[in-house]
């Protein structure tokens, strides 16, 4: 069975690089020679020059833009990652639909950089990793520079530029304070997501959250289909609710809702005028006095379009709401791969240890630990770039809001920048909605 076979028969999966390169005698062909070739030649360039001028020529209006990126330069990427060791990376393949004559993409995962740094971490005198979302930090560490020792790696983390005043994070597990005897709570896990009575608490304790909050309010949920599955929920009406629970969000404030497939600028633009009342890119409107607007409430979902580059800064963000945990799917090709790796490479430096070997058992628990923490710090980086959208600037001021148990737990909490943990509400874990209405009306007042 060739590789073409096999990709025919399943949605998406791994590709083993030595049956793609086999078929039609590609493994014959020197890699190296010809990605050499192609970057010496610059070859890219020219056929990418030619095609536009062919195109301009047929047509007089080119009625798509051209993509800035040569398409033989995404292929010369590719041939450069099949070069590499087979056990650093893995190739993927993934066919949108299931018919036979679908079109496949592939992909490529290096699942281990250390190789690829190690070069610069050798030669350069220092290395200085930065950014604003880089916590957990752990991972860098161990990936990057797993042969350093660890007097030589100092960690620094700034504190935030606003004053602590300014921010409010609150930890919601529960529409009811702890003491009450039949308290539910919120859980967005897989296997318990799907409760409706808890997607209808949400959806109540959002609708509170918008009374309370002026401008604008961000909520990110886990993923698409669950941001629909929630919709659909809140949209829905009975005897003792004649008025959905969608209806009276609406009333509150204006309400958008990301889409997969969907433009984020035409949004983020309705969304800001709905606040704003002005235009969006207009920076005097945004830090001006609140105009009679009711404000708006945007429904997004974290690793998605709004959850990077984009800035609420000022009164587009007041209050960004994080629903869940939002783990990646640990079932998927991709995770199945990174887990397996990590597993794998783990056992073998503890069990090879020169210094101090340890048994394979107590091997395999560490590495079975290593693998949660790689995938639980994947998880809340993407928390952490998401709850980073709001504040942009020292005079700003907004509400964190984190809407699950799990929150509150010392091992999720430690995984948040020092500035959200500094400013989490003492308490806030066992309280209730009432507590953090009357916190969040207090907050708001303050800024007036």
Known sequence: MTANDYMLQTSQGIVDPNALLKYKGIDQINLFKLVDYIQRSKLAYKIEGYAAHVETQEASKVTAPLSSTPVLHTLLSFLLSLSNLSSEGRIFYHKAGGKEHEDIK??????SPTHAFSSIASKARAVILAGGTMSPFEDYTAHLFPN????????????????????CVWTLSSCQPKS???RSEFEFSYQKRGDKAMIRELGLAILNICTAVPDGVVIFFPSYGYLDEVVSVWSETDGTQPTSIWSKLQSKKAVFSESKGGSSDDLLDQYSK???GEDPTDTAAAK?????TRGALLLSVVGGKMS????FSDRLGRCVVIVGLPYPNINSPDWEARIEYIESTTIKTLTECSEAPRPRSEAMAAA????RDY??????????QSIGRAIRHRNDYAAIVLVDRRFGTARIRQKLPRWIQNGLVSGSEDGGLGQIMSKLTGFFRSKQ
């Open 180 to 182: 009450k005897a039949n």
């Open 274 to 276: 709905a606040i704003l």
């Open 375 to 384: 995938y639980e710090n994947a998880c809340m980086r993407a928390v952490n």
């Open 308 to 311: 990077e580059g984009i800035n």
């Open 106 to 111: 592939l992909s490529y995962l290096l699942l």
């Open 288 to 292: 001006a006095p609140p105009t009679k």
């Open 368 to 371: 079975k630990q290593a693998a």
């Open 148 to 167: 350093l020792v660890r007097d030589k790696i100092t960690t620094l983390s700034c504190g935030h530029v606003i004053p602590a005043s300014n921010l």
